[in-house]
């Protein structure tokens, strides 16, 4: 990830209403949400969550998918991951520990998501 993009995604994500997207959009996993199921559960109308999820969408931090007449929003992991390697590629010189607790919590998400696709 190259510091514009970076910089674009971080914008997006300084939104309380943003943040809580696509932190929901995380724990519903590769299934996602419909756009009014986000709305519903961040209490603001359509029309609201329809301005942050193109934010958000034009950061490449989420992802839609029209399913039957709903459009289903999800998390793209891959931007995500992208975006905190960026944060902690210049991170940890010298202080292997936390190195390791990153290293250590990158391996519990990823046996999370292996139960969430199996499960």
């Not at 995380?26 to 999820?53: C, D, P, Q, W, Y």
């Not at 992802?63 to 459009?71: A, G, K, L, M």
Request: glycine share 6%; aromatic share 6%.
């Amino acid at each position: 990830m190259d510091e514009r993009q970076a910089l674009s995604s971080f914008a997006a994500l300084a939104q309380q209403t943003r943040l809580a997207i696509v932190r929901a959009l995380v724990v519903a996993g590769r299934e996602g949400l419909a756009a009014g199921k986000i709305a519903e559960r961040m209490g603001v109308s359509a029309t609201n969550v329809s301005f942050h999820l193109k934010e958000l969408e034009r950061s490449g931090l989420i992802s839609q998918q029209r399913v039957s007449r709903s459009i289903v929003y999800r998390a793209s992991y891959e931007t995500l991951a992208e975006l905190v390697t960026f944060l902690m590629e210049d991170c940890c010189a010298g202080h292997s520990a936390i190195r390791a607790n990153v290293a250590s919590s990158e391996d519990r998400y990823n046996a999370a998501e292996r139960v969430n696709v199996v499960g």
